[in-house]
């Protein structure tokens, strides 16, 4: 198989690169800065660059010529001040130019919940609704919060453990959520070309445990062997508020802490396991999937020399 993936240099595109390689593929990145560390890790690994903007119809027809399947993971949350509308550019002329250079399918990866009011939420969808529209047939991957080493939901849940001393309980945070390891998610992109049924459909993708964020930062607690963050009423919890905390405490990008604090509002669970039942796939424990990343992190921090 020959596969492109857009936004390779991301945290999933990292982890799906190697892995479609080790599966005997052709891979090719699609990269902005080809001498980045990314990018150059992702050529050591032996993927071909390919250096293109989403917005330069000539490159990025080239670039996508030859494909049996192109990956989008392509978010630019954090990046573009009104980034939904970027983001839908973006999808448009992406899906446009696979679909004029033959490519046999898109493969995308965006977010569970149905909560109009989070912009981050609703960006996710329009941009698969965008792909659909303009390219080859989409199989729109929907998933919760992805735990690993270097995921910016994950970074955001360690920092709250480590750096806060409380954290509030208002209404608008009794939600629920279905966080995913990062090598269940690779495991059914991985598969996607090759599972019947679902070319052309949405797949919902979770964890096996639901739980409140307030649960969440408990087991993150338990994890890393901490006492979690007290959880009380604070006057003035608007989203807003808590988005603005989200960004201070958060050593990822503040950004993106703060839209992800704003899609807490709704839930971001399974509601359609249909089309995750076609992948044999089953995803691991929660416990389980935040040891793996704990363990990256220090793999990490041992590998910069710091203490």
Do not use: K
Request: glycine share 12%; charged share 20%; proline share 6%.
């Amino acid at each position: 198989m020959r596969a492109l993936i857009a936004g390779a240099t991301g945290f999933v595109g990292r982890h799906l690169a190697p892995a479609l390689l080790a599966d005997g593929h052709d891979v090719r990145c699609l990269v902005r800065d080809p001498e980045s560390d990314a990018a150059a890790a992702l050529a050591r690994a032996g993927c071909e660059i390919a250096v293109a903007d989403l917005t330069d119809e000539a490159l990025l027809a080239a670039a996508l010529e030859g494909l049996d399947v192109a990956y989008y993971l392509v978010h630019m949350m954090g990046r573009e001040a009104d980034y939904p509308e970027a983001e839908a550019v973006a999808a448009r002329a992406f899906g446009g130019a696979a679909t004029e250079a033959g490519v046999g399918q898109v493969i995308y990866l965006g977010g569970l919940g149905e909560d109009a009011s989070s912009r981050h939420l609703a960006s996710r969808h329009a941009t698969a609704e965008a792909m659909r529209a303009a390219g080859p047939p989409l199989i729109y991957f929907r998933a919760g919060m992805i735990v690993g080493s270097g995921s910016e939901s994950y970074t955001l849940v360690r920092d709250i453990v480590t750096r806060l001393p409380v954290v509030p309980d208002t209404a608008w945070l009794h939600t629920r959520t279905q966080p995913i390891g990062i090598r269940e998610v690779v495991a059914y992109l991985r598969r996607a070309p090759f599972t019947e049924g679902a070319r052309g459909r949405e797949v919902q993708i979770g964890g096996p445990e639901v739980l409140e964020p307030y649960e969440l930062i408990q087991r993150m607690a338990r994890a890393l062997g901490r006492r979690p963050p007290l959880h009380i009423p604070v006057p003035g919890a608007t989203p807003g508020v808590v988005a603005a905390g989200a960004e201070a405490v958060t050593t990822g990008d503040g950004a993106i802490a703060a839209e992800l604090a704003l899609g807490l509002s709704g839930d971001t669970v399974v509601t359609d396991p249909s089309g995750a039942e076609l992948f044999d796939v089953r995803p691991e424990p929660l416990d389980v999937t935040l040891q793996r990343a704990i363990e990256a992190d220090e793999r990490v921090l041992a590998g910069s020399g710091g203490a």
